[in-house]
T-cell receptor, first 116, second 114 residues
Framework: AQSVTQPDIHITVSEGASLELRCNYSYGATPYLFWYVQSPGQGLQLLLKYFSGDTLVQGIKGFEAEFKRSQSSFNLRKPSVHWSDAAEYFCAVGGAPLNQGGKLIFGQGTELSVKP | EAQVTQNPRYLITVTGKKLTVTCSQNMNHEYMSWYRQDPGLGLRQIYYSMNVEVTDKGDVPEGYKVSRKEKRNFPLILESPSPNQTSLYFC?????????????FGQGTRLTVV
């Protein structure tokens, strides 16, 4: 069965420090991978997506993610965290079968806190 | 502005009192779906629709109904809400039903059933 695991429920980093949020997926075919961010009281905003090609993808707000097929991972990174990055982050995989195309399978989410 | 609009944003209701959460998108998207978000569980799909008059169950459909009479609207109906349906609900739309399509989300509806 398809699944997404975000091992870290809560992470705290200092402002200016680097960040890596982990995401592992289980998927039988070529995965289509997404990272979304949910700020307090807001909906989900797409940070970046991987469909094919270059395994290092750039997103908005200075985020990037690297697809590693051998490790079934799609970790999100940012070199220098800003206080406004405090939010909950969700990794998701585009779901099959095709007649359910458009369905996203989400991880449990990682809540990021930023220390001044 | 391209958007998915949900209403209401917040709702407190009593057990058994029917309610509807509306969802509307202005992007002419074919595919729409409803998710619920619960702590530690991420988002789980409730129902989805691939086009007008075409709907189907997602992973957690029990206690919910949907309809898709117009392409832009996809309301979520709780005929007899129960406390275990207290959750944060999101409506989403996608241009088509391919697995590589980005989903656009509404702002969410926080529902409390007492």
């Amino acid at each position: 069965a398809q699944s997404v695991t975000q091992p870290d429920i809560h992470i705290t980093v200092s402002e200016g420090a680097s960040l890596e949020l982990r995401c592992n997926y289980s998927y039988g075919a070529t995965p289509y991978l997404f990272w979304y961010v949910q700020s307090p009281g807001q909906g989900l905003q797409l940070l970046l997506k991987y469909f094919s090609g270059d395994t290092l993808v750039q997103g908005i707000k200075g985020f990037e993610a690297e697809f590693k097929r051998s490790q079934s991972s799609f970790n999100l990174r940012k070199p220098s965290v800003h206080w406004s990055d405090a939010a909950e982050y969700f990794c998701a995989v585009g779901g099959a079968p095709l007649n359910q195309g458009g369905k996203l399978i989400f991880g449990q989410g990682t809540e990021l806190s930023v220390k001044p | 502005e391209a958007q998915v609009t949900q209403n209401p944003r917040y709702l407190i209701t009593v057990t058994g009192k029917k309610l509807t959460v509306t969802c509307s998108q202005n992007m002419n998207h074919e595919y729409m779906s409803w998710y619920r978000q619960d702590p530690g569980l991420g988002l789980r799909q409730i129902y989805y629709s691939m086009n007008v008059e075409v709907t189907d169950k997602g992973d957690v459909p029990e206690g919910y109904k949907v309809s898709r009479k117009e392409k832009r609207n996809f309301p979520l109906i709780l005929e007899s809400p129960s406390p275990n349906q207290t959750s944060l609900y999101f409506c989403a739309s996608s241009p088509h039903r391919g697995v590589n399509t980005e989903a656009f989300f509404g702002q969410g509806t926080r529902l409390t059933v007492v």
